[in-house]
């Protein structure tokens, strides 16, 4: 039996522009090839600096570019080593890591449908020593596919200015919205004093190249850098090219107009088959992004379910990776087809009906 796999949070294959990647590394490395396959700046290859920056509206010396943005996250982690950070919960699962390992103070705080809830965090900031910086996925979220309303996103800014709250916004998702009218970026709100923010090319056009950027004040940047280069001198110049050279041939909104309604088809067959094989749970309704959080009956134990799963060929993430209850979960849906979809949450139902003997 085939495992179909809720775990992995990756784009189908046939997401990803494979023949028109191909001639844009070609064309890079013919016209750039002396630039793209030797060492340069460790913040990245300028011509995507600059693209980034004119984006975002800021200055290129702001523009950290990275292999991927969890390393960004990574240096992040190494500049406030043993510092105190605020973060969801549930939350993306390897941000934990990284910050435990670099002995980190994380306090999590709660959120519900709406995103996180602003009266914790207002609990969290009058308590304890000042965080470096609050980390939140506010568009789509990983695990839970929540999106933080456009009145807590406004609250939200206040309240970094009121206690000079540095707050690093991961939004690798937003751009991957197939309902609704997308809300404004905590950066955007803020203007980039209290903001950081951080993103990345792996949903829009391919992980595999391992482009994440970061926009971050002057002299953060720089001391980032300085991380970067004692790390890996420079980063993976050829996959930021052929990432230029895809913008700059203005393919990414065509992209994600073909993109958007493959994942969308993949989102609604999840839903319609939680709604038919598990009438008893609850689950988020994302109108975008890569991922729906399921919550069975109190009691249930996913950790348990998921031990059961394997023979069954059906896969998906514990809530508890993430700090969520034991009841709780993460299915991706991103990466299988419609139809494996509807049959991995059949099987799935079937196990949560299952008697567990004892």
Not at 13 to 28: G, M, Q, T, W
Not at 90 to 103: C, F, H, Q, S
Not at 107 to 119: K, P, S
Request: glycine share 8%; proline share 7%.
């Amino acid at each position: 039996m085939t495992t179909i796999s809720f775990a992995r949070g990756v784009p189908a294959p046939e997401c990803i522009p494979v023949e028109l990647l191909a001639d844009c590394a070609r064309a890079v490395v013919e016209r750039d090839g002396a630039t793209v396959l030797s060492y340069g700046s460790p913040a990245g290859y300028e011509p995507l600096r600059e693209w980034i920056a004119e984006r975002h509206g800021v200055e290129p010396g702001r523009v950290l570019v990275t292999n991927g943005s969890l390393q960004g996250l990574v240096f992040l982690a190494k500049r406030f080593a043993g510092e105190r950070v605020l973060l969801e919960s549930p939350t993306y699962d390897r941000p934990l890591k990284i910050l435990a390992a670099a002995g980190v103070e994380v306090v999590a705080v709660a959120m519900d449908e709406e995103g996180l809830e602003l009266e914790g965090l207002e609990e969290a900031l009058a308590s304890g020593d000042k965080p470096a910086f609050l980390y939140t996925i506010p568009t789509f979220q990983n695990p839970s596919g929540r999106t933080l309303t456009s009145e807590r996103r406004r609250r939200l800014v206040d309240l970094a200015r009121e206690h000079d709250l540095l707050v690093l916004e991961d939004d690798p998702y937003g751009l991957v919205r197939f309902d609704g009218e997308a809300p404004p970026t905590l950066f955007e709100l803020d203007g980039g004093e209290h903001v950081l923010y951080s993103s990345s090319f792996s949903k829009t056009i391919a992980p595999g190249l391992r482009v994440g950027y970061f926009v971050l004040p002057a002299g953060l940047e720089r001391e980032l850098e300085a991380l970067a280069v004692s790390t890996y001198i420079t980063p993976a110049l050829l996959g930021q090219a052929t990432v230029f050279e895809f913008l700059r041939r203005d393919s990414l909104e065509p992209n994600l107009e073909r993109i958007r309604p493959l994942l969308a088809a993949r989102r609604n067959a999840m839903l319609e088959s939680l709604e038919r094989e598990l009438p008893d749970a609850r689950w988020s309704r994302p109108e975008g992004g890569y991922f729906i959080w399921l919550e069975l009956a109190d009691g249930a134990d996913t950790a348990t379910l998921l031990a059961r799963a394997g023979s069954a060929g059906v896969s998906f993430v514990p809530g508890t990776d993430f700090g969520g209850a034991p009841n709780t979960a993460r299915l991706a849906f991103s990466f299988v087809s419609p139809d494996e979809i509807r049959e991995g949450v059949r099987r799935l139902g079937s196990l949560v009906a299952e008697p567990v003997s004892v």
